[in-house]
């Protein structure tokens, strides 16, 4: 009786089998006359034609559940082509990828605070979109910290540009990346080439230039603009002096004196050397007032400056043939 009943189970199982099969390769007609593939049997319904089967298990993991979830085993052609179109730019938070009636993606993208729609393919790029959030949307939140830090991304980013030194040099190729501290250093040096005032920076036509051209760039004050200068001479004045106390083997001086319209009488002290690469260098080393243009006056003032710079071989001093220039070069022979 037992193996009769075995008999039994073996064929139901097997013939409820192939009616399943010919069932789910049954088509049904539908109304308007196209055809259509019935739904694929669930899981439950598979493994209660024959519980003891692997064949049956086998089959039914190879389907997809009532839910709709496919087998973590065998990924679906759908999860593969949505991990492959993966997005990674942060501007799809503040974006949605439209899309026609099929499913299929339009290359356009819309804005989720205005509604607003943009060009978005993969030959334009997220710059449009960028731009969208930073000055046209009128409704997007925390629109000035997202500015500050769009900005704060700006200059961490590094430009290309071809710089020309002077007219006879030739272009060459750079790489430009925003820097606070060297426009600063190069407005100062501005000031000073081009015997500005300070208060040039306070003007309202460089302040809107500045505004058009750099809009990161801070402009200082006209007080620390002066203090920069200041700055920048000792710094410069620190460098002429290791210079001239490493490569300068004797100096050659030239002076001379004058007076202002103010009646204020003045003294320039400029040294010449070679270096020890054979370069001629022509340097400032002090300008400043003297109480009068006699010799001793004179005398003193360039005594006082070669002992500061510590300048112990002078081979020449140059002047002009004014009489108290004689009573000067007198004074520093016997100095």
């Not at 081009?194 to 006209?222: A, C, K, N, T």
């Not at 050659?252 to 054979?278: E, K, M, P």
Request: proline residues 4%; positive net charge.
């Amino acid at each position: 009786m037992a193996s009769n009943s075995n008999r039994e189970f073996s064929s139901n199982s097997v013939s409820m089998r192939i009616s399943g099969n010919l069932n789910s390769k049954r088509k049904a007609i539908s109304s308007d006359g196209r055809d259509q593939m019935p739904p694929p049997p669930s899981r439950e319904n598979l493994n209660s034609s024959s519980p003891s089967s692997a064949n049956t298990q086998t089959v039914a993991s190879n389907f997809v559940s009532n839910e709709g979830t496919p087998n973590e085993g065998t990924p679906s052609p759908t999860s593969l082509a949505c991990a492959s179109k993966k997005v990674r730019s942060e501007v799809w938070v503040h974006f949605v990828k439209l899309k026609d009636d099929q499913g299929n993606e339009t290359g356009r993208a819309k804005c989720v605070y205005c509604s607003k729609d943009y060009l978005a393919n993969s030959e334009q790029g997220t710059s449009g979109l960028w731009k969208h959030l930073r000055d046209t949307c009128k409704k997007f939140p925390n629109k000035k910290e997202f500015v500050e830090a769009y900005k704060s991304r700006d200059k961490m980013q590094k430009i290309l540009n071809f710089q020309k030194a002077s007219e006879s040099e030739k272009s060459k190729l750079s790489c430009w990346q925003f820097d606070q501290q060297a426009c600063r250093d190069a407005l100062v040096k501005m000031i000073i080439k081009d015997e500005l005032p300070f208060r040039f920076v306070e003007g309202e036509g460089f302040r809107e230039f500045i505004q058009v051209s750099l809009p990161m760039f801070q402009i200082p004050s006209r007080y620390t603009i002066a203090r920069d200068c200041y700055y920048l001479f000792v710094q410069e004045k620190k460098k002429l002096h290791a210079l001239l106390t490493s490569q300068c083997q004797r100096v050659s001086l030239t002076t001379d004196t004058w007076t202002s319209i103010q009646n204020v009488s003045y003294l320039c002290l400029t040294a010449h050397f070679i270096d020890s690469g054979w370069n001629l260098h022509k340097r400032i080393l002090n300008f400043c007032v003297v109480k009068s243009h006699k010799g001793i006056n004179i005398g003193n003032a360039i005594d006082f400056c070669m002992d500061e710079w510590g300048l112990n071989k002078v081979m020449c001093i140059t002047v002009d043939n004014a009489s108290s220039n004689d009573t000067a070069v007198q004074q520093l022979k016997k100095s």
